[in-house]
Nanobody, 120 residues
Framework: QVQFVESGGGLVQPGGSLRLSCAAS????????MAWYRQAPGKQRELVASVTPRGTTEYADAVKGRFSISGDIAKNTVYLQMNSLKPEDTAVYYCNARGATPSLRPFDSWGQGTQVTVSS
């Protein structure tokens, strides 16, 4: 079982910044990718950004140039720096990790989510 500690969400004005943090622990042998997803009310969960152990990143078009994902996958940690926030970025943000357990079973696990609200 994989557990997550997420932090950094909150209320921010349009144009402001927030930094989300996620640390995974538990039955982890290796991680293939860590990512942030978000889900706004009435909408489907969507990928925001992802990063691999080699540092390959992927971003949703809506956040390119404003958000930056980074982390130390070897330490099962990932961050999401969010700048120039817009009201449409308001959502619950979820940390996700995919990898293998010590018994080499694959896992695809989620954090509990952290609320980000962008409003004046």
């Amino acid at each position: 079982q994989v557990q997550f500690v997420e932090s950094g969400g909150g209320l921010v004005q349009p144009g402001g910044s927030l930094r989300l943090s996620c640390a995974a622990s538990g039955s982890i042998f290796s991680i293939a990718v860590m990512a942030w997803y978000r889900q706004a009310p009435g909408k489907q969960r969507e990928l925001v950004a992802s990063v691999t152990p080699r540092g390959t990143t992927e971003y949703a078009d809506a956040v390119k140039g404003r958000f930056s994902i980074s982390g130390d996958i070897a330490k099962n940690t990932v961050y999401l720096q969010m700048n120039s926030l817009k009201p449409e970025d308001t959502a619950v943000y979820y940390c996700n990790a995919r990898g293998a357990t010590p018994s080499l079973r694959p896992f695809d696990s989620w954090g509990q989510g952290t609320q980000v609200t962008v409003s004046s």
